[in-house]
């Protein structure tokens, strides 16, 4: 079946411009999760939904980035005013039951 | 605060075994999870402990220790597709967040 998916695969994207990362979870996984990736590190928390709900969001870094999963089931993660420090991957994963998750591709953000 | 730490890198023979720690340090603990990285892909989920003790699923194991903040995955017969990095991640609750660690990077020789 098809697994987690995400657009766009890579951005490229200048200081100071806004850029939307779009994740499309699994059909039927209630939870969702977006997470940043360094290299050579593991995933990086950044916020949780449960359908539509966003319940936690503890780990987004600022005010620029922000997240909204409007029906409960595609996701989009949107990072305003881009700086260079914003450069990773962007990952988002989706579980049916809060624990085994299903991580997507990822998406690599360059920010120059 | 909470805290994890894995080796960063291990090297062991093709079909010997490899046991790689994961120690945490967290408030309110509620489960620990193993997932595997190949390089360049997603993680993808190996196993989930909760209580004390081994969880087995063919060639690979994962043991929780709670009173120790100790856990362990154990892979059996390790194969070449085996080389890839080895996450450990812990829960806490009243919280979703899932802390993950740094990975270990194992690699198997032929």
């Known amino acids: 079946g098809a697994g987690v998916s995400q657009s766009p695969r890579y951005k490229v994207t200048k200081r100071g411009q806004d850029v939307a990362l779009r994740c499309d979870p699994i059909s039927g996984h209630v939870s969702l999760y977006w997470y940043r990736q360094a290299l050579g590190q593991g995933p990086e928390f950044l916020t949780y939904?449960?359908?539509?709900?966003?319940?936690?969001k503890s780990g987004l870094p600022n005010d620029r980035f922000s997240a909204e999963r409007p029906e409960g089931s595609i996701s989009t993660l949107t990072i305003q005013r881009t700086e260079q420090r914003d450069s990773a991957m962007y990952r988002c994963?989706?579980?049916?039951?809060?624990?085994?998750?299903?991580f997507g591709p990822g998406t690599r953000l360059t920010v120059t | 605060g909470q805290n994890i730490d894995q080796p960063t890198e291990m090297t062991a023979t093709e079909g010997a075994i490899v046991q790689i720690n994961c120690t945490y340090q967290?408030?309110?603990?509620?489960?620990l999870f193993w997932y595997q990285q190949h390089a360049g892909e997603a993680p993808t989920f190996l196993s989930y402990?909760?209580?004390?003790g081994l969880e087995e699923k063919g060639r690979f194991s994962s043991f929780l220790s709670r009173s120790k903040g100790y856990s362990y995955l154990l892979l059996k017969e390790l194969q070449m597709k085996d080389s890839a990095s080895y996450l450990c991640?812990?829960?806490?609750?009243?919280?979703?967040?899932?802390?993950f660690g740094t990975g270990t990077r194992l690699k198997v020789l032929a």
């Open positions: 994963a989706s579980s049916p039951n809060g624990y085994e998750q299903y």
């Open positions: 991640a812990v829960t806490t609750s009243g919280t979703y967040k899932y802390i």
């Open positions: 939904f449960n359908y539509e709900a966003q319940q936690d």
């Open positions: 967290t408030s309110g603990f509620n489960g």
């Open positions: 402990n909760v209580l004390d």
